[in-house]
T-cell receptor
Framework: SQTIHQWPATLVQPVGSPLSLECTVE??????LYWYRQAAGRGLQLLFY??????ISSEVPQNLSASRPQDRQFILSSKKLLLSDSGFYLC??????????FGPGTRLLVL | DQQVKQNSPSLSVQEGRISILNCDYT??????FLWYKKYPAEGPTFLIS?????DKNEDGRFTVFLNKSAKHLSLHIVPSQPGDSAVYFC???????????FGKGTRLHILP
């Protein structure tokens, strides 16, 4: 069966510091992968998605970036965090049938 | 422009009664609809889906109804249980496109 991992679970970072969040998927090959953010009390905002290694589509221009160095690895990064980057970051993979399945999420607090 | 709308931010239902969560969409090209449940500090969990060729799909206590002419779908939970208290997201997709469009969610409170 497929599983999706995210780490860290929680992260507290100062403004201006870099960020790296990692997502890995097991049990599937060449999945579509997604990064979402849920800000406090708000819905799910799609940030990036990838249909294959090295292929990244950006949905929202901002100071975040994403990379897919391996088939089942998706990384969300920032060179300098802003206060507004605080939120709950979710990684997801898409089944061939079209359903997306989410990881456990990373709570990021930028101070 | 919100293509998937959940107009009720929150809903309170007595335990044992029926919970009905509503969702409207604007894009008639959507052909696949999903409901997710989310607890605080956890990732959303896929609940149930429905294809546009159907008007009803049932899975245990959860039933999703689709009214294509009204561009409306609803999730029925019967009977409601305390563990159903969560945020529910409606989502839509077209032609198994790469992206799913999510609504903003409805927070369901099950009252004892």
């Amino acid at each position: 069966s497929q599983t999706i991992h995210q780490w860290p679970a929680t992260l507290v970072q100062p403004v201006g510091s870099p960020l790296s969040l990692e997502c890995t998927v097991e049990g599937t090959s060449n999945p579509n992968l997604y990064w979402y953010r849920q800000a406090a009390g708000r819905g799910l905002q799609l940030l990036f998605y990838s249909v294959g290694i090295g292929q990244i589509s950006s949905e929202v221009p901002q100071n975040l970036s994403a990379s897919r160095p391996q088939d089942r690895q998706f990384i969300l990064s920032s060179k300098k965090l802003l206060l507004s980057d605080s939120g709950f970051y979710l990684c997801a993979w898409r089944s061939p049938g079209g359903t997306q399945y989410f990881g456990p999420g990373t709570r990021l607090l930028v101070l | 422009d919100q293509q998937v709308k959940q107009n009720s931010p929150s809903l309170s239902v007595q335990e044992g009664r029926i919970s009905i969560l509503n969702c409207d969409y604007t894009n008639s090209m959507f052909d696949y609809f999903l409901w997710y449940k989310k607890y605080p500090a956890e990732g959303p969990t896929f609940l149930i889906s429905i294809s546009s060729i159907k008007d009803k799909n049932e899975d245990g206590r959860f039933t999703v109804f689709l009214n294509k002419s009204a561009k409306h779908l609803s999730l029925h939970i019967v009977p409601s249980q305390p563990g159903d208290s969560a945020v529910y997201f409606c989502a839509a997709n077209m032609n198994r496109d790469d992206k799913i469009i999510f609504g903003k969610g409805t927070r369901l409170h099950i009252l004892p």
